[in-house]
């Protein structure tokens, strides 16, 4: 498990970096919902319908533009 925190930490570091917590749509709501779920329950449990606890280069969705994923 702590291969999949690393690469979750190394995501959020690129995110901080490239400012894409500063607005809307900038950061995919895929991966930012699986981040949120993960830390929330210390990394133990697997989002609501995924088999496993992904990587952020395993989420499903994760190379749509944010934008695109909206609610819209």
Do not use: C
Not at 50 to 66: H, M, Q, S, W
């Amino acid at each position: 498990m702590e291969s999949v925190y690393a690469a979750w930490a190394a995501w959020s570091a690129q995110q901080v970096a490239e400012h894409h917590f500063d607005g809307p749509d900038r950061v995919n709501p895929q991966q930012m919902n699986r981040f949120d779920w993960y830390e929330a329950h210390d990394w133990r449990v697997a989002y609501p319908g995924d088999p496993k606890i992904y990587t952020p280069n395993e989420v499903p969705g994760r190379n749509l533009p944010a934008a695109f994923l909206g609610d819209d």
